[in-house]
């Protein structure tokens, strides 16, 4: 079994939840609220920087030619594409791209972001490619069960369509095969690349919750700790020595 489908097997759980939460299952309807899905937007906005950092911090510290393409590639499709994307979601309720980037992160996005970079920089590659891998992968298969959930056009079709694109479809078949590469090339790291890819899949479930709620930061007045409600602390890399080694070295 390739290390990808033994990730994906583990995580069904994760997927499934995905799959039957209610912002999936509304935005496929057309009846989600569209306030939640702006706040999606906005959190999904900011995140996306990041991820992208991710990407470029990952593939360079790569040594495989193979790999720096496809890592960067990614940060690139992130900054040129996606975001675009974003954009013209935001022009459609009047939000300006420079209202988008002055959006604060929710406690679940800095959580996420906060991880995907800190893995980036202090774990070796393989690690930082299982952590963005339930990102691309989650979205495609998210969008492939909403397309077979939809019965119509409506507002968020160009969502669905988005991340159920051949080029879309491209780019995580890319991302997965790098992940089972490294896993062969470096066994020693399958256990801290399990890691990231669970943690990074239940922060991609939280991330869902977080939109359709409207998870909100607690102020430190209230609880002395800055948290949000029905959270802890924000998740944080797991740093061992050697992290900033290159590729799986």
């Not at 299952?25 to 937007?41: C, I, N, S, T, Y």
């Not at 992160?105 to 891998?133: G, I, N, Q």
């Not at 399990?194 to 359709?212: G, I, K, P, T, V």
Request: glycine share 6%; aromatic share 12%; charged share 25%.
């Amino acid at each position: 079994m390739a290390f990808s489908d033994e990730l994906l097997t583990a995580g069904a759980d994760i997927w499934a939840a995905q799959f039957e939460h209610p912002f999936v299952r509304e935005l496929a309807a057309g009846d989600l609220d569209k306030a939640a899905f702006r706040r999606w937007l906005e959190q999904d906005y900011r995140y996306l920087f990041d991820y992208a950092r991710t990407y470029a911090v990952a593939g360079s510290k790569a040594r495989d030619e193979t790999a720096m393409a496809t890592l960067l590639g990614g940060a690139d499709a992130v900054l040129n594409e996606e975001l675009e994307l974003h954009r013209s979601f935001a022009g459609e309720y009047g939000v300006a791209p420079e209202e988008l980037a002055a959006v604060r992160k929710r406690p679940t996005c800095e959580a996420y972001t906060s991880f995907l970079v800190r893995t980036a920089h202090e774990r070796p590659v393989p690690v930082a490619v299982a952590a963005l891998y339930p990102c691309m992968q989650g979205y495609l298969d998210v969008a492939d069960h909403m397309a077979g959930l939809a019965d119509e056009t409506h507002r968020y079709t160009p969502f669905i369509e988005t991340y159920t694109s051949e080029a879309f479809r491209a780019e995580t078949d890319s991302m997965r095969r790098l992940l089972d590469d490294y896993a062969e090339a470096y066994p020693g790291h399958r256990d801290a690349m399990r890691d990231a890819f669970h943690r990074s899949a239940r922060l991609e479930l939280a991330f869902w919750e977080m939109a359709y709620v409207g998870e909100e930061w607690v102020s430190e007045s209230a609880d002395g700790a800055g948290r949000s409600a029905g959270m802890d602390a924000p998740v944080e890399a797991n740093v061992t020595d050697g992290a900033n080694e290159s590729d799986g070295t």
